[in-house]
């Protein structure tokens, strides 16, 4: 399969035989846009741990009320959302300038199906823009100084950077600290970070041996971090209350029709502003 950008630009061929993580988080979203590498990867990391599947939905509501948050209360017009994955129902363009229409959104994602659809993440208000790169975390310089982001975000305003279940695909906790901190260094007062990191703090005993074999045994390419890792990442930031909780637990909507357990969303989640 090969897919182009809405420019035209051919991309390079799908590995349609190796999962990837936005296709996987896709498949358990109830999504269609996976294949069966994808598939077989979900329901392997689904027998070692079976909340996966409202794990990933307590994970998209907690970047949902994030972005409300953002845009709403504290005034946010500008949006950097790397690993954004497949596009699915209210992504963070559609969130943000719901509220605020002339808000700037450029997502980055390192999947070439995620470019694929870019076209669906392109769609944005008259008064705001939303933009696509295809980049990968791991060179955060890339992703600064992409064209497309030079023109759609101005840096030396606030910027909310959106890092929701990707860190935690970074083995390493130095690189992944150095990775975050060279986004945050870039951004100006006033900015604001929001991120979600898999955790075994929540599991019992026997769900936390399950993910460690699965890590052990190259099924799991999810890297959890301990409260005193993920806090790392929030070094020199104002936590934005309720602080480091479970992703469902934070500033959750009493009138939600799904109310996970934080064992059943071992994710944590936070949001903090650079001074």
Not at 11 to 31: C, I, S
Not at 90 to 98: F, I, L, M, S
Not at 121 to 144: A, K, V
Not at 252 to 258: G, I, N, S
Request: glycine content about 6%.
């Amino acid at each position: 399969m090969v897919a182009s950008d809405p420019g035209g630009m051919m991309l390079e061929k799908l590995d349609t035989g190796v999962a990837h993580p936005a296709r996987r988080y896709n498949y358990w979203l109830g999504g269609k846009d996976n294949f069966a590498a994808d598939r077989e990867s979900g329901d392997l990391l689904a027998k070692s741990y079976p909340a996966a599947r409202i794990a990933a939905r307590a994970n998209r509501a907690f970047l949902q009320r994030a972005v409300r948050h953002l845009a709403g209360e504290a005034g946010i017009r500008q949006f950097l959302d790397i690993g954004t994955g497949l596009p699915t129902a209210d992504n963070t363009h559609e969130v943000a300038q719901r509220l605020a229409p002339d808000a700037r959104v450029v997502y980055a994602d390192n999947d070439p199906m995620v470019m694929a659809h870019a076209r669906a993440l392109l769609t944005s208000t008259p008064e705001g823009r939303t933009r696509y790169i295809e980049e990968d975390l791991r060179e955060p310089e890339r992703i600064l100084s992409h064209p497309d982001l030079v023109e759609t975000l101005d840096l030396d305003r606030p910027v909310a950077l959106m890092l929701v279940a990707v860190v935690h695909f970074l083995p390493d906790q130095a690189a992944a600290r150095d990775v975050v901190q060279a986004l945050l260094r870039a951004l100006p007062s006033g900015s604001y970070l929001t991120m979600s990191c898999a955790t075994k703090e929540f599991l019992t005993p026997d769900l936390a041996a399950n993910w460690d074999e699965t890590l052990r045994t190259g099924k799991s390419d999810v890297y959890p971090r301990d409260r005193a890792a993920f806090s790392e990442f929030f070094a020199g930031l104002d936590l934005v209350q309720p602080g480091i909780v479970a992703v469902s637990e934070w500033r959750a909507d009493p009138d939600a029709e799904e109310q996970p357990a934080p064992v059943d969303a071992s994710i944590f989640g936070a949001v903090g502003r650079k001074p």
